[in-house]
């Protein structure tokens, strides 16, 4: 049988054993059991979120689209880990616009992308973690690319000026 080797911090190896042992499971039974229920949905077998954020989690990290963009960042990058609580102000700001809810996101090593439709019109929404204040909107009319800088919070008036 194949061994898998994980590593953990003292503390959460310390308070996992002890909560498999009263539920009288081993530490090699849980990762089994989480094995098996990945294989058997498809994916992780509960949902993930970011602390904090619980709104932010359950709408858009929990989002076949977040979901397929976590994927694509994972097969071409080739790493495993992404930061998605840098995304969260990002997200928040997207939330609150009345756009269409089919949203194709990237994601980047230091940014998120995002092509929606507001309104009737398409854009593309591009924030730099390095930048968490800001983010730019594009706008493709009559052949020409209209770009335009705002703060996060300010994303809905300024999609207003591109009509």
Do not use: H, W
Request: proline share 4%.
């Amino acid at each position: 049988m194949p061994t898998i080797q994980v590593r953990t911090d003292d503390r959460t190896k310390t308070d996992s054993t002890a909560l498999f042992q009263r539920l009288g499971i081993t530490m090699s039974d849980a990762i089994n059991l989480f094995l098996r229920q990945s294989v058997m949905r498809g994916g992780i077998p509960f949902p993930l979120t970011v602390t904090g954020m619980p709104e932010i989690g359950a709408e858009i990290f929990e989002n076949e689209a977040f979901i397929d963009a976590l994927k694509r960042y994972k097969s071409i990058s080739g790493k495993e880990d992404f930061d998605i609580a840098k995304t969260e102000p990002f997200f928040r700001a997207v939330k609150t616009l009345n756009s269409d809810k089919s949203m194709r996101i990237t994601l980047q090593e230091n940014a998120v992308k995002v092509r929606l439709n507001n309104k009737g019109e398409d854009y593309i929404l591009d924030y730099n973690f390095e930048e968490p204040d800001s983010v730019f909107i594009l706008s493709r009319r009559d052949g020409k690319l209209f770009v335009k800088g705002c703060n996060l919070n300010e994303i809905s008036e300024t999609l207003e000026l591109f009509k």
